[in-house]
C-alpha cells in the first residue's frame, strides 16, 4: 500500500439542493491555489446543467451519470476514479466531489474504502456541508439534510447576506451544532471561505464515524436487485424520499424574456413551496449571451452569463426538483414563452 500522503486528497463537497456548492467549487477554481483540481459533478436532475454552470479553469470535470451516487449510479463514481487513477495519474493535486443535494454521504464515504484500488489512491480529506442559512429549517426534518450536517468535518454556514443580524446567525450555529457538536463551522457569502479551512484540513477520521455509528462499514453489503447498475456494492434504493421527484425539459428556440419574467413570476407565486431548486441555461431572443436560470423556493435570480459560442447548441436546458411537480403543465407553459418561428 502507497504511504498515506501519496494518496491524492478528495473534498466531498454535500449540502441540500441550492445551497451553494457549484457557487463554492468556482470559488475554489478561481482561487489563486496553485493546485490542480478534478472536479467530479453527480447531479439528482433529469437534465444535467452544473457542469455547463462550472467555470472555465483549465481544470478537469467528470460527470457521473444522472442519479445520486449514494445509491443509484455509485458505480458510476468507482469507474471514475478508477479513470483517474489509470490515465490520469499526476495530473490533479486534489479531487473536490460534489453530490447531489440529497445525497446521504455515508455510502459516497463507504466507497472510498470498499474498493481497492481507490483506496490505496485516494484519501478523503474532509466532509464539507455547504448550509443555506436562508432556508435549511425548512428541511430539517428531512433524513437527508439531517445526516449531511451530521457527518460534516466543516459546516460552511452560506447565505450569511440574507440573514445580517448576529443574533439569528448564533441561533442558527447553535442548531448546527446540536446536530454535529464537533464541526467547525464557518461563515460564509456566495462560497466565500479562507481556503486553508477547507482544503487540505485532514479533517476526515473514520474512526470517528464508528464511534458514531459502529454498523457503518458492515452496512456496506452487496445488491441483489434485478437491473441494478451499481456494481455490487451498498445502497439502499428507497434511500431518498420518493416525493421529492425531478422534472427536466430540453426545448430548442429562442424565448421572449417579457413572457419568460412572468412565467417565472406566476410559476414561483403558484409553486414557490414545493419548487426546492430550479436552474437551467436559456437562450433569449436578441441576446449574445446565455441567460442563467436560478431558484431556491421563492428566491430567483437570473442573469446573463458568457456569451454562446458560435458552434454552441443553444437548446434551452432547465430542471426543476421538488415536490408534486406537475410535468405537463411546467412544459408547456415554459415553451409557451418560445418565440414561433
Ligand atoms: N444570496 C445568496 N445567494 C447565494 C449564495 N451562494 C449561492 N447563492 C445562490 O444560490 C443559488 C444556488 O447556488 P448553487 O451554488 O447552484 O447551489 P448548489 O448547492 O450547487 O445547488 P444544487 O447542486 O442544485 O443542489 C444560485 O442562484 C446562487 O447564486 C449566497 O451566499 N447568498
Not at 91 to 115: C, H, N, R, S, Y
Not at 249 to 271: K, R, T
Not at 296 to 325: C, S, Y
Request: aromatic letters at 6%; proline letters at 3%; charged letters at 25%.
Amino acid at each position: 500500500m502507497e504511504e498515506p500522503n501519496k494518496r491524492i486528497p478528495v473534498t466531498i463537497l454535500t449540502g441540500f439542493l441550492g445551497s451553494g456548492k457549484t457557487t463554492l467549487i468556482n470559488y475554489v477554481l478561481k482561487a489563486s491555489h496553485g493546485k490542480r483540481v478534478a472536479v467530479i459533478e453527480n447531479e439528482f436532475g433529469e437534465i444535467a446543467v452544473d457542469s455547463d454552470l462550472i467555470v472555465d479553469a483549465g481544470d478537469e470535470i467528470f460527470e457521473t451519470q444522472n442519479g445520486c451516487i449514494c445509491c443509484r449510479v455509485r458505480g458510476d463514481l468507482v469507474r471514475i476514479l478508477h479513470e483517474l487513477v489509470e490515465k490520469k495519474q499526476g495530473k490533479f493535486d486534489m479531487i473536490l466531489l460534489e453530490t447531489t443535494g440529497l445525497a446521504d454521504p455515508g455510502p459516497v464515504v463507504q466507497t472510498f474504502f470498499m474498493d481497492k484500488t481507490v483506496q490505496d489512491a485516494f484519501q478523503i480529506d474532509a466532509i464539507v456541508t455547504m448550509v443555506d442559512s436562508k432556508h435549511f429549517q425548512m428541511h430539517l426534518d428531512a433524513e437527508e439534510l439531517q445526516k449531511q450536517i451530521a457527518f460534516a468535518d466543516r459546516l460552511v454556514l452560506n447565505k450569511l447576506d440574507l440573514i445580517p443580524d448576529e443574533q439569528e446567525q448564533k441561533t442558527l450555529q447553535a442548531k448546527l451544532s446540536a446536530i454535529n457538536p464537533s464541526a467547525e463551522i464557518i461563515k460564509s457569502q456566495f462560497g466565500k471561505v479562507p481556503l486553508n479551512e477547507i482544503l487540505d484540513v485532514r479533517g476526515f477520521d473514520l474512526e470517528k464515524v464508528l464511534e458514531r455509528e459502529p454498523d457503518f462499514m458492515r452496512d456496506a453489503e452487496p445488491c441483489d436487485e434485478q437491473g441494478c447498475d451499481n456494481d455490487g456494492h451498498n445502497h439502499n434504493h428507497n434511500r431518498h424520499d420518493v416525493s421529492v421527484t425531478s422534472v427536466g425539459i430540453s426545448a430548442p428556440g429562442e424565448l421572449d424574456f417579457d413572457l419568460l419574467n412572468s412565467w417565472v413570476q406566476s410559476l414561483l407565486a403558484a409553486n414557490g413551496q414545493n419548487i426546492y431548486r430550479m436552474k437551467g441555461i436559456l437562450n433569449v431572443k436578441g441576446e449574445q449571451d446565455r441567460f442563467v436560470f436560478q431558484g431556491v423556493h421563492m428566491m430567483f435570480d437570473g442573469q446573463q452569463d458568457r456569451a454562446w459560442r458560435p458552434d454552441e447548441d443553444r437548446t434551452n436546458k432547465l430542471v426543476f426538483i421538488g415536490k408534486q411537480l406537475d410535468r405537463e403543465q411546467l412544459t408547456n407553459s415554459f415553451k409557451a414563452c418560445i418565440v414561433a418561428s
